[in-house]
């Protein structure tokens, strides 16, 4: 009797465990790392230098969580170059604190300095990455972030068998500061990287490769998730798995509608997440990266290459190389991009914004300013509505949250100055920018307005594809087009049901893009071209998003450590 009493007790209390672990929510973690920026020496295409590293690491380390989890990254500066470091795509709610672009929401972290990045992991899950948002030092100083879905939460696609991060970037033989310093110098395109590479190796059709090839052993019949990152500094890249289709199932950390295609097309600042199936004949089969470049604008035309290795194959075997798009397949590049839609599933809706507050136009140009020191006493520069970006000596978000005066203006124009026929005859008298010597000009949007912007590129100097990235916000890329955008015709065909949310879209060569977002999460955010060299040129501005109506709505107080100028 008294056993039996006991072993009904023990029953119960297993029961009370099961229940309670069943039903308690996954708690929240807290995931803390140490990013050490120092220098290192690595060797490529049979030229060894010194790199600026995270950790040692090219690429860096990679930071695993899961949505909901706190992350802190404490970032201490060993290298002799200011540094700052950007949580690319993730939406620092309230915490423009933790965002990194250096001079927009943080003073740089000095040399000998450090800084802790921390931030909560909110409704995102997927892959974005990290990189540094200061000079040119992305080149080397970036790695993946990976989010898992929460405890118990399942991919809405087929559950793969392993996952494997491929992060595609750009190598240049001599330092890259110093390659920027000479083409600034001249008022010219600094000299093109010598390589792309795949997780930090261009692949066996460089020289001095034997080493640098990264190969990714599979099963044959099996599902792969390749969570792919372009943190290639200018080139918008195509990426191809020779013998064997993708299937796209996410962008930027957002569902996709699921479809297959045998090659992918990847702007700086995105990432795309394929599921592979290893169903083809057992060998050896390349992945390759090589630029899209429908514009008359020399690029570094090279092929990375990766090789995907069915286990126990001899690794003797030369593999075959990908069908890859050329580089001027505008059909292509429009034809695929055409093709990503949300999942707009119930667990996953698109809560694209139905209603505009704010209708917003801005125009993308390049053109030539005044250098005195410079080689023909010109240099190129670029601007938004004839607005060149100036950067500020201190942080704006600090300015903006201090109430500190004279930093900059908000009187950055909502439509181009006079409006032209943007994408007709190329323009020969291109309009001068304005901007040098003065404040940075920045948009203010009260908080919680729904803002539609038209990015409009111009024939000014040239034509080019522009991939724009957006701080503190996903956004929904509702329109497309080829030429000028026609306010009383196009909006009529807008995608208001299943549009792509992400954050950082091509803007097409001679064409438009038309993004809607809600302006909710208040603060400072950098809204720049990815390509580094477009960037560096002043095609850039930020906006300044006004605190809610309440404390739970306003910008949070910066943290103690917060680097100052
Ligand atoms: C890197 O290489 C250079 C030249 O080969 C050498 O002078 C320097 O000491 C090396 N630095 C490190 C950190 O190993
Ligand atoms: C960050 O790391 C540095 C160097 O190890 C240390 O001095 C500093 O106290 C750390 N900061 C925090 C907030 O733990
Ligand atoms: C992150 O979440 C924790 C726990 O809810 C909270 O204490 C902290 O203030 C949050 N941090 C930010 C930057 O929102
Ligand atoms: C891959 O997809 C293309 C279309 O994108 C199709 O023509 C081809 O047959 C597919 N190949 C395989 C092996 O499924
Ligand atoms: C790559 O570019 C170089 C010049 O930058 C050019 O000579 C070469 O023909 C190009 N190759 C291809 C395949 O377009
Ligand atoms: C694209 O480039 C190929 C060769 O590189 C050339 O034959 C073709 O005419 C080009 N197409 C366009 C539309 O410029
Ligand atoms: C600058 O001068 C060089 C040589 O005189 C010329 O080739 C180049 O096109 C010029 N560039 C610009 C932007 O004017
Ligand atoms: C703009 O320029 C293009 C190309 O030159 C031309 O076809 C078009 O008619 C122009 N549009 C207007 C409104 O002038
Ligand atoms: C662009 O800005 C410059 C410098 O302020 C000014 O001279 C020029 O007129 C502006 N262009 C247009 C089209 O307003
Ligand atoms: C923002 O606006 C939307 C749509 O009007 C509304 O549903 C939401 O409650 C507002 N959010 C806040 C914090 O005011
Ligand atoms: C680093 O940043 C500080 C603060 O803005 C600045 O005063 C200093 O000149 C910078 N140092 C270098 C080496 O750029
Ligand atoms: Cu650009």
New binding site residues.
Partial sequence: MKRGGSIFRWAIRLLFICLVCISTPAKAALKKYHFNVQVKNVSRLCHAKPIVTVNGMYPGPTIYVREGDRVQINVTNHAQ??MSIHWHGLKQYRNGWADGPAYVTQ??V?TGQSYTYDFNVTGQRGTLWWHAHILWLRATVHGAIVIMPKDGTSYPFPQPYQEHNLILGEWWNDDVEEVVKQGNKLGLPPTMSDAHTINGKPGPLFPCSEKYNYAMEVEPGKTYLLRIINAALNDELFFAVAGHNMTVVEIDAVYTKPFSTDAILIAPGQTTNVLVRTNRAPGRYFMAARPFMDAPIAVDNRTATAILQYKGVASTITPALPHLPLQNDTAFALTYDGKLRSLNSPRFPANVPLEVDRHLFYTIGLGVDPCPACLNGTKLVASLNNITFVMPQVALLQAHYSGLKGVYTTDFPDRPPTPFNYTGAPLTANLRTAGEGRRPRLSKVAFNTSVELVLQDTNLLSVESHPFHLHGYNFFVVGTGVGNFDPARDPARFNLVDPPERNTVGVPTGGWTAIRFRADNPGVWFMHCHLEVHTGWGLKTAFVVEDGPDQDHAVLPPPKDLPL?
Avoid: K
């Fill in positions: 170059y200011n003073c740089p000095q100028c």
